[in-house]
């Protein structure tokens, strides 16, 4: 009868005899420190592990999982929940870490690291991680594909940090008002917060959303938390942990469950790209009810998975946890900025190194040490956090010298541009014609320019050059056309970039969005530069495996894809240009990631050159080929 009620206690971590309470879970220690190695080895770019992103989703739910087993223990033991004492206790477990990483990247990166790029936008970045909106300001900025031409906010991971903490504001807050108006009735509880976790993944099905959006939004991805809450809802009923731990079959079929669950995750942790569309529509909440299976066979006693997980080197990593995602992405971009000529690996692993030291500081000396303090009051440990929150805004706010002229290219206000002087060259193609007898100007040839963002770059270079030109040529005039980030021609299924990307439903609809730019503005010219995104590793629609320019299949299907192209845009008469690109040059093969090496391959360039003229060469009537390689000569300039 003792071991009965033992192995009931035991499974949820809620018995005592003054009440229940939570004490330190050995395995779910070892399961934060293999979610955190994900996300490591994820931000490292190893290629076996693309998928490591998903540890974030595995935090969401742990994190909603204890937090609202700590609510339903002390309203059970207090019959309510002081609500000031469990955010202070909040802010006193993760403010000290986050702020101090703060302020050493307002400091020592910003001035010793920092690109014109990163100084140009840190001061936003470290303000709205420093008051736990970084996620909606990271949304609001509009961090899309541009962001790969610059380097990245050495505070990007803080997003996940801000939906944390605005769950744990609002959710306690929630729960006590569930608490008290279902009068403690748990299935009411669990019901609701169930509610909540399918209409936070409703979410992209009901509004329009981009998968950035998705990706960083705090309703969006509210679902891995409030699951996480629903299976501690779940398990503070005593019939259930009763049949979960004592029942053979349950407690069996539950760890069975579980490891093969955690096995499918471990799978996508190597092969699942970010970009995957199903996780935008109903993926993550999935993940994240797998999870609820793997948190709560861990916590079924006798279990191997939460023996295996209690090892102690999972533990150290789960400890140390906070502290290794806080310090691992800004170091990873000082080693890669600062060493740059390293290869992935040893970059990689000075970076890994340097993380768990820093972390291990940081767990000695500032986290423990402020968590288990003893402070004088309530109102002067608020005075004290309140200070350190002041202090590193401040020193966010300081002017950093920013060298305008070593920015990279800001490709959204240049689209922007763009898409304002093609609308006005569509607008002016609708408007009444003047008098046959009104003096005409020279007639100038008009262009239209379609591809992705070496279009972009080619034509506003040409606008700035012709605004800037005392002699204008009268030869072309009135820019137009559709160019999009990221999207080439081919409309394969995925490319290997980094990481590994589904293509877009943009990408792909370039035909209607080309046939209404030409028919709008009737040029005289077409002129269609694309090559970055025909040149990687790619899946062919309906094929599993990764091919490239040379394979005959790949060569077929580039050739019907430049041949539809063409056809599409000389439909009412004008003259297409296929411009050709240069190779990437020698900077794309030193110190760079797998995939880009071989998108820089020479050879794949000048493959899809040969096919380029060879669709020239079949409609000679419409389609020329401009050489920019031969242009520029072998200096490029």
């Known amino acids: 009868m003792h071991s009965t009620r033992s192995d009931t206690r035991d499974f949820i971590l809620m018995a005592g005899p003054d009440g229940p309470r939570l004490p330190a879970v050995p395995a779910l220690d070892g399961l934060r420190g293999l979610a955190v190695a994900a996300v490591v080895l994820y931000h490292a770019e190893f290629k076996v592990m693309i998928g490591g992103y998903l540890g974030v989703s595995t935090f969401f739910t742990l994190s909603g999982f204890l937090i609202t087993t700590l609510l339903i223990n002390e309203s059970a033991r207090n019959g309510s929940v002081a609500l000031g004492a469990f955010w202070g206790r909040r802010f006193r477990r993760l403010l000290p870490a986050s702020l101090a990483t703060l ?79 279902s009068k403690a009735r748990s299935r009411v509880i669990g019901l609701t917060l169930a509610a909540l976790a399918l209409c936070s993944a409703a979410l992209p099905f009901v509004f329009t959303m981009s998968k950035d959006r998705i990706y960083f939004g705090t309703d969006t991805r ?42 499918l995750q471990i799978y996508w ?7 995957s569309a199903w996780l935008y529509r109903g993926g993550f909440a999935l993940y994240g009810l797998m999870s609820c299976v793997v948190v ?25 946890s906070y502290g290794i995602y806080l310090a691992h992405w800004p170091i990873f971009l000082v080693v890669r900025q600062e060493l740059p000529s390293w290869g992935r690996l040893p970059q990689a692993m000075l970076a890994i190194s340097c993380s768990l030291a820093v972390a291990e500081i940081s767990f000695r000396l500032l986290e423990q040490p402020v968590r288990l303090q003893r402070w004088p009051s309530r109102d002067w440990a608020v005075r004290v956090a309140g200070s350190a929150m002041v202090v590193v805004a401040l020193l966010a706010l300081i002017p950093w010298p920013i060298d305008e002229a070593a920015r990279s290219t800001d490709f959204e206000s240049a689209l ?73 021609v081919s409309r394969f299924d995925m490319l290997r970039v980094e990481p590994d990307t589904v293509l877009e439903d943009r990408c792909r609809a370039w035909p209607e969005r080309w046939s209404q730019a030409v028919a709008a503005n009737d040029p005289d010219i077409a002129q269609l530069i694309t090559g970055a995104w025909e040149v990687p590793d790619v899946r062919l629609p309906g094929s599993t ?12 299907f580039v050739r019907t894809e430049l041949t539809t192209a063409v056809d599409v845009l000389a ?17 794309a093969q030193e110190g760079k990631s797998e995939a880009l090496q071989k998108q820089a391959d020479p050879a794949r360039m000048r493959r899809l050159h040969e096919l380029m003229r060879e669709v020239a060469a079949s409609r000679p009537a419409t389609v020329r080929v401009l050489d920019l390689p031969a242009f520029l000569g072998p200096d490029r300039l």
């Open 571 to 587: 439909v009412d008469g004008a003259m297409v240009l296929l411009v050709l690109w240069p190779e990437y040059g020698q900077w």
């Open 545 to 556: 495996t990764w091919s490239s320019l040379g394979d005959l299949a790949v060569d077929e």
């Open 269 to 275: 942790w190597w092969t699942l790209p970010q970009a």
């Open 103 to 181: 302020a050493l990247v307002a400091t020592l990166f910003a001035w010793l690291v920092a690109t014109a790029d990163q100084r140009a936008t840190m001061q936003g970045d470290i303000l709205a991680s420093v008051f736990d909106v970084a996620n909606w300001h990271f949304i609001f900025q509009g961090a899309s594909y541009g962001d790969l031409f610059v380097a990245p906010s050495p505070v990007l991971h803080f997003w996940s940090l801000a939906i944390e903490e605005q769950f744990y504001l609002v959710f306690p807050v929630l729960l006590v008002l569930l608490w008290r108006v």
């Open 416 to 488: 922007d541009e763009f898409n304002a002087r093609s609308a006005a060259t569509a607008s002016r193609s609708t408007t009444t014609q003047p008098p046959a007898e009104t003096p005409q100007p020279p007639a100038v040839a008009t262009v239209d320019t379609f591809g992705d963002s070496t279009a972009l770059l080619m034509v506003m270079g040409m606008a700035t050059a012709d605004a800037k030109s005392t002699k204008s040529t009268g030869r072309v005039s009135d820019i137009g056309g559709d160019v999009q980030l990221g999207c080439g």
């Open 296 to 320: 709560a066979s861990l916590a079924l006693p006798r279990s191997p998975l939460r023996a295996a997980f209690s090892m102690g080197w999972l533990r150290w990593l789960g400890l140390r």
């Open 222 to 263: 509210a679902a891995e938390l409030l699951l996480g809450g629903v299976l501690a809802v779940v398990l503070s009923r005593e019939p259930v942990r009763r049949k979960l731990a004592l029942v053979a079959h349950w407690r069996v079929g539950l760890g069975v469950l579980g490891v093969a669950l955690l096995s």
